[in-house]
């Protein structure tokens, strides 16, 4: 079922317009975009704010460099290797450890360390990079993701991206990798979104290619249980980031950590609106509200506004809502 426009218009959708015009263009100064497109300098930022990103191993800058890897990772249990400038999870490998024969993927999949000098090759040649540009390959930490969560993924970690608006979080989803997303967190690939209730950091809806559901395609556990945990601290580093880029709309993707709690992935300045579909509700009276709010606000009151003003219900244990099946999101 296709939801006609005015019945997106009456639950608040916002399109791919509105958000580049409305927010995007009017909140986010374009000078400051490369402090989010480059996870590089994102991380150092953070540090910088004091904001919790996972462990920075090293980088990786020339063809020449890459022959330091094994040094490198020397002594690291498991390890992540993504390219700095990349998008939408492209490029990222995931070694969950390391044996005698060679570097364990989360799928079980071996690979050997002339793969990894060539996935770095890749990288630092733009393969995966925005436009194509030269990058930089970043190695980070492995994250020990909360095993309370391990029934809701697999393979992969679970992350949750809050849309951040003048500092203030709107909306909140978690998004679960599957078999059909190879492990990433990411929906386009298949990987299921949970939306959030931003008072507590529970589910209150899930969708996977754009259909309600209510478990998890490989685990088969139900999402209606799901509730994030240090919700309260997740929410206050999502909204310091406002602080530490100046940007107004913000796509900002963390994880928790068993053992050093919430951490910032990356931000985004362009941040999708699928985000809608898996709440069920539209950003616009959201937005609208956050708005009308005086400026200089800091961090712990405007969560407290946002948990006060946009908590809701989940719809986990009733019925779909048919009007938001299958909503077009490109106008």
Not at 14 to 28: K, L, W
Not at 79 to 97: D, M, N, Q, W
Not at 228 to 242: H, M, R, V
Request: glycine letters at 12%; hydrophobic letters at 40%; a positive charge.
């Amino acid at each position: 079922m296709w939801a006609r426009p005015s019945q997106l218009l009456r639950r608040g959708i916002i399109g791919m317009n509105r958000r580049n015009i409305r927010y995007i263009g009017r909140y986010n100064s374009r000078r400051l975009y490369p402090l989010v497109d480059d996870k590089l300098k994102t991380k150092l930022l953070a540090e910088k704010y004091g904001i919790t990103t996972p462990a920075l191993i090293g980088t990786v800058t020339t063809q020449f460099g890459i022959k330091g890897l094994r040094e490198m990772i020397a002594g690291h249990p498991g390890f992540v290797i993504k390219p700095a400038k990349g998008s939408g999870g492209k490029g990222i490998l995931v070694i969950e450890r390391v044996d005698q024969e060679g570097f364990i993927k989360p799928s079980g999949a071996k690979l050997g360390l002339e793969d990894l000098h060539r996935h770095i090759s890749n990288i630092l040649s733009g393969l995966y990079s925005l436009g194509g540009a030269p990058d930089v390959a970043m190695i980070e930490g492995l994250i020990n993701f909360d095993e309370k969560l391990s029934e809701y993924t697999y393979e992969g970690v679970p992350d949750i991206r809050v849309i951040i608006f003048r500092g203030y979080p709107v909306m909140a989803m978690m998004r679960l990798s599957t078999a059909a997303s190879d492990g990433k967190a990411n929906l386009h690939q298949g990987a299921v979104g949970v939306g959030l209730d931003i008072a507590t950091g529970t589910a209150v809806r899930g969708v996977q290619f754009d259909r309600s559901r209510r478990d998890h395609p490989d685990t088969g556990h139900e999402l209606a249980s799901l509730r994030i945990p240090d919700w309260g601290s997740l929410l206050e580093l999502a909204a310091g980031c406002y602080e530490m880029t100046g940007l107004g709309y913000l796509g900002t993707d963390m994880v928790i950590d068993r053992d050093r709690g919430p951490m910032l992935l990356e931000l985004n300045a362009r941040p999708g609106l699928a985000i809608q579909m898996a709440n069920g509700e539209g950003l616009r009276s959201r937005l609208d509200l956050v708005e009308k709010q005086p400026e200089g606000v800091g961090v712990k009151a405007r969560v407290a506004f946002s948990q006060q003003h946009f908590a809701r219900r989940g719809e986990l244990k009733g019925l779909p809502d048919p009007e938001l099946a299958q909503p077009c999101l490109s106008t």
